[in-house]
Nanobody, 124 residues
């Protein structure tokens, strides 16, 4: 089992920045793809960004392309999401996810492990 814990959420004004972190623990040996997803109240969980184990491949939702950057530090078992130029529509709970694979995974159903989420609120 892999446990994931997000941090770094909070309240920020539009145009501001936040950096989310996701610390992995447990059976973290092996190659894990990881990703970030968001879920707004009353809506489905949706893809934000994903990264392969090596960090060599990444993918972003169109809505965050150019504003968000996903990265990872495997030595620290930590995933990051740098969020710049935040907009009110970015307001949601953000979840990190992991799955043991070498591939890039961009769907919710493709992940086995999920964190509890961290709230991001962007005021206008």
């Amino acid at each position: 089992q892999v446990q994931l814990k997000e941090s770094g959420g909070g309240l920020v004004q539009a145009g501001g920045s936040l950096r989310l972190s996701c610390a992995a623990s447990g059976r973290t040996s092996g190659s894990y793809a990881m990703g970030w997803f968001l879920q707004a109240p009353g809506k489905e969980r949706e893809f934000v960004a994903a990264i392969t184990w090596s960090g060599g491949s990444t993918s972003y939702a169109d809505s965050v392309q150019g504003r968000f950057t996903i990265s990872r530090d495997n030595a620290k078992n930590t995933l990051y999401l740098q969020m710049n130029s935040l907009k009110p529509e970015d307001t949601a709970t953000y979840y990190c996810a992991a799955v043991r694979t070498m591939r890039l995974v961009v769907t919710t159903t493709g992940y086995d492990y999920w964190g509890q989420g961290t709230q991001v609120t962007v005021s206008s």
